[in-house]
């Protein structure tokens, strides 16, 4: 595990925090003895704020709570109580079951742009992510730059180029935030009606999506975590199985901190019988897959192929979608009301489809599960600040390759505009030298790569998780980068598929150009909401 930059707190901050979290000085803690509503607060600020979350509940949240009645509990000290309980319930009813039931609030913090990715792997867990768009990156923690030193390599020859390298793609950073930023506030002014407030902050979201793509993997971040005791064991053994040494350093963090409030529904992630050897089990299939692929596929230049490419889908879909929609009303089967659907006229499919998505009023309205029936395989080729929006969609299934520098990069068209090209590129150039001076060290290698180049990814997914996916990720407000990838994918599935029913429920994804301020009405609207508070 690389270097932690520690936080200092005085011995009045330390008293009241024991009493809330796990520990006081490592970058994984849980949240303990708080309302729930409070932890969930908590996690939402977090994602948008520079602080570390035991500063910030300090500073923010500590003198709205009556904490006079918790004056005794120190949660420092590993918990033992209830051991007992969940011992005799796990005998009576079975570990799995039981440990979907306990849940923790669990922070993680200082983990690099790469482990963030592992911790979100999975679909039973709520994340809650540190934001490039909202927190800059221009400031040193302890006097450092905030990136993952991979002891490995600083131990290795090429340590002092890769802290030098770092320095200098931070710097590059820090130099052009402030440019891009006057620079949108002399082409765009504010609006009459806007408070300097709103429009500040949608200036400064502008400014910091275009420079966000020099920051290299090796950026560390801040993640809130909810999860079931089941949930987390999986996570902690994938974790334990993942060829990145700095994923297995913080499971054992993990484990500790978990091991502190709901022991018993962890206690076989390192048993040698079970969790060991599930670890093994995966590190093994991950060992031979590598030396497969290296054997029978052949080596050349990076396929660049299409930035979004539909290369599977169900030319029946939308048939078998309106059988699907018709099955809980009818008393036939599957195969009849297939049947009766291809004998329909295509006004009365419509008509069918017009009924079950009903009268939507916002993208929140999804019809049922109907849409599930049609699914879709993408293959995507985006940079990889977009894929990092993208992956955290829970309900499909994502696979990426490793990041490298091969697919070559997006440069932000404002960064022409204004003039920086040469100073993006040199960082670019930076980058992908680093990264091959480190390919000997295998997945470490890629903390090097900067997040504007592309990384090739697979989403499949069906209908109904498509529309959630599209209609938001289409938002004005959203990233450039993923709203393009997200408009496209609509478009691929009402031409390519030629499913332009399934496409046309999807009534609410956006197909607008870039909005010149993109979280401006984000920003308008909450700030309607801080008034009426």
Not at 50 to 55: E, F, H
Not at 169 to 196: C, R, W
Not at 373 to 382: E, G, H, S, V
Request: aromatic share 10%; with cysteine.
């Amino acid at each position: 595990m690389g270097a932690y930059v520690a936080e200092e707190f005085t011995s009045a901050e330390s008293d009241v925090l024991r009493r809330y979290f796990t520990n006081l000085d490592g970058p994984v803690f849980a949240l303990v003895n708080l309302p729930e509503v409070v932890k969930g607060a908590l996690f939402a600020r977090y994602s948008r704020s520079a602080k570390s979350l035991r500063r910030l509940f300090l500073d923010e949240f500590v003198n709205e709570l009556d904490i006079e009645g918790d004056a005794t509990i120190d949660a420092t000290i590993g918990l033992e109580r209830a051991e007992s309980l969940y011992e005799r319930i796990f005998v009576e009813y079975g570990d799995d079951s039981v440990a979907q039931l306990g849940g923790v609030h669990l922070a993680c913090e200082q983990a690099s742009n790469l482990l963030t990715k592992v911790l979100e792997w999975g679909r039973l867990a709520s994340y809650l992510e540190q934001s490039t768009r909202y927190i800059p990156y221009d400031s040193r923690y302890g006097g450092r730059y905030r990136y993952f030193r991979d002891p490995e390599i600083l131990a290795s020859t090429f340590g002092t180029r890769y802290v030098g390298d770092m320095d200098r793609l931070f710097d590059t950073y820090a130099q052009m935030a402030p440019k891009v930023e006057e620079h949108i506030k002399q082409v765009i002014p504010k609006a009459p009606g806007d408070s300097d407030f709103i429009y500040r902050q949608a200036v400064k979201a502008k400014a910091l999506d275009a420079v966000r793509g020099i920051l290299p993997a090796s950026a560390q971040s801040n993640v809130g975590i909810y999860a079931s005791g089941q949930a987390y064991e999986q996570m902690l053994i994938r974790m334990r199985a993942n060829p990145l040494p700095e994923a297995n350093a913080y499971a054992d963090l993990m484990l500790t901190e978990l091991r502190k409030v709901i022991p018993s529904f962890v206690r076989r992630v390192d048993l040698p019988e079970r969790g060991e050897v599930h670890s093994e089990y995966l590190s093994d299939i991950n060992l031979h897959m590598n030396e497969v692929a290296a054997d029978l596929l052949t080596t050349g230049p990076a396929d660049q192929g299409a930035r979004v490419d539909l290369v599977d889908f169900d030319p029946e879909a939308e048939v078998k979608m309106v059988a699907a929609m018709l099955y809980p009303y009818s008393r036939l089967s599957e195969a009849a009301l297939t049947d009766q659907v291809h004998a329909m006229t295509v006004e009365d499919r419509i008509r069918v489809i017009q009924a079950y998505t009903g009268n939507r009023q916002n993208r929140r309205h999804r019809p049922g599960r109907a849409l599930e029936r049609p699914a879709y395989r993408f293959d995507i080729l985006a940079d990889y600040g977009a894929f990092r929006d993208l992956q955290r969609h829970r309900l499909l299934t994502v696979e990426w390759q490793q990041l490298n520098p091969s697919h070559g990069y997006t440069r932000p068209e404002l960064i022409d505009e204004i003039g920086l090209t040469d100073e993006f590129d040199a960082a670019m150039h930076r980058s992908a030298a680093l990264f091959g001076a480190l390919e000997p060290f295998g997945s470490s290698a890629s903390y090097a790569v900067s997040l504007a180049y592309r990384v090739r990814f697979m989403m499949d997914l069906n209908a109904r998780s498509a529309m959630h996916m599209l209609e938001l990720r289409s938002t004005p407000q959203g990233h450039p980068a993923y709203r393009t990838v997200a408009q496209e994918m609509h478009t691929a599935i009402a031409e390519t598929a030629g499913h332009k029913a399934i496409a046309g429920m999807m009534t609410f994804v956006n197909h607008s150009s870039e909005a010149d301020l993109e979280r401006l009405e984000a920003e308008r609207r909450a700030e309607q909401k801080r008034a009426m508070l």
